[in-house]
């Protein structure tokens, strides 16, 4: 069964830390584009960071310009997982944050390059 599975969501303070899991069944997470994206409400959907594999099968990482820095997505092959770690977080980082899976890349951080999405995880930062 194909499954994408968040957690490690919730609130915290600006400045502060929280890492992102999603446990993926059903196909391996190296053979496909792997991102995670957020949504605030009344926004569309953003792609935060994605990973894949690259060249002689090197993991590489892209991120939006608002997250660089901050964030580093990363992924564990053996156990199938790709975490989001996010650091110096921001109000305006808040949002429902998705993971996704796809293989047929438009671009690594457009939502169209993903078509298995997971049920989201909210993160919610105060000022």
């Known amino acids: 069964q194909v499954q994408l599975v968040e957690s490690g969501g919730g609130s915290v303070q600006a400045g502060g830390s929280l890492r992102l899991s999603c446990v993926v069944s059903?196909?391996?997470?190296?053979?496909?584009?792997m991102g995670w994206f957020r949504q605030a409400p009344g926004k569309e959907r953003e792609g935060v960071a994605a990973?894949?594999?690259?060249?002689?099968?090197?993991?590489?990482?892209d991120y939006a310009d608002s997250v660089k820095g901050r964030f580093a997505i990363s992924r564990d092959n053996a156990k199938n997982i790709v975490y989001l770690q996010m650091d110096s977080l921001k109000a305006e980082d808040t949002a429902m944050y998705y993971c996704?899976?796809?293989?047929?890349?438009?671009?690594?951080?457009?939502?169209?390059?993903?078509?298995?999405w997971g049920q989201g995880a909210q993160v919610t930062v105060s000022s």
């Open positions: 059903g196909f391996p997470i190296s053979n496909y584009y």
């Open positions: 990973i894949y594999t690259g060249n002689w099968r090197t993991a590489y990482g």
């Open positions: 996704a899976a796809g293989r047929s890349v438009v671009g690594t951080l457009s939502p169209r390059t993903y078509n298995i």
